[in-house]
T-cell receptor, first 112, second 114 residues
Framework: EDQVTQSPEALRLQEGESSSLNCSYTVSGLRGLFWYRQDPGKGPEFLFTLYSAGEEKEKERLKATLTKKESFLHITAPKPEDSATYLCAVQAGGGSNYKLTFGKGTLLTVNP | DSGVTQTPKHLITATGQRVTLRCSPR?????VYWYQQSLDQGLQFLIQ???????AKGNILERFSAQQFPDLHSELNLSSLELGDSALYFC?????????????FGPGTRLTVL
């Protein structure tokens, strides 16, 4: 069974204080690893897809990296508007099943 | 705005009742997925449809069923509702061809069972 574990569960930063969120996974045949951002009461918003170890993607203050066992979401000089829950998900296996298995998320709070 | 629409936004009903949640995927997307999000379980995959056919099932209860229609919109039917069914229900869609595997989520339907 695919498993995704995110840490820490919650992270509080001061504006401008860079940090990283971790997503470790155990799957059989990784097809892709996905990062989403979710604001309270809203649907997850797609951020990145990573397909193979060594891959990196960037968007504004966010950078996602992937190894064979884990992914990191680096947040550089965060702003209060970056406050949200960040979700990691994996897509694995074969055939026509493209389901995502999600971690429980990291709740990020950025104080001004 | 992801382009995925869901109705209704909120639904309040009583135990034992039946409800239908509706989802319209992004233009051009052939796959629709349903997920349930509760405080203790996080986001859980329920079921996937591709171009009208069921493709995969997750932790979906027998009291729940879904279908995807020829115009590609999908409905999730929840029956004999219990208090524990209260949750956010999300629909997502994807193109699901080649490397374009990202799923785009709708705004969700918040179901409250009293």
């Amino acid at each position: 069974e695919d498993q995704v574990t995110q840490s820490p569960e919650a992270l509080r930063l001061q504006e401008g204080e860079s940090s990283s969120l971790n997503c470790s996974y155990t799957v059989s045949g990784l097809r892709g690893l996905f990062w989403y951002r979710q604001d309270p009461g809203k649907g997850p918003e797609f951020l990145f897809t990573l397909y193979s170890a060594g891959e990196e993607k960037e968007k504004e203050r966010l950078k996602a990296t992937l190894t064979k066992k884990e992914s990191f979401l680096h947040i550089t000089a965060p702003k209060p508007e970056d406050s949200a829950t960040y979700l990691c998900a994996v897509q694995a296996g074969g055939g026509s099943n493209y389901k995502l298995t999600f971690g429980k998320g990291t709740l990020l709070t950025v104080n001004p | 705005d992801s382009g995925v629409t869901q109705t209704p936004k909120h639904l309040i009903t009583a135990t034992g009742q039946r409800v239908t949640l509706r989802c319209s995927p992004r233009s051009g997307d052939l796959s629709v997925y349903w997920y349930q999000q509760s405080l203790d379980q996080g986001l859980q995959f329920l079921i996937q449809y591709y171009n009208g056919e069921e493709r995969a099932k997750g932790n979906i209860l027998e009291r729940f069923s879904a279908q995807q229609f020829p115009d590609l919109h999908s409905e999730l039917n929840l029956s004999s509702l219990e208090l524990g069914d209260s949750a956010l229900y999300f629909c997502a869609s994807s193109f699901t061809v080649g490397a374009r595997r990202e799923q785009f989520f709708g705004p969700g339907t918040r179901l409250t069972v009293l």
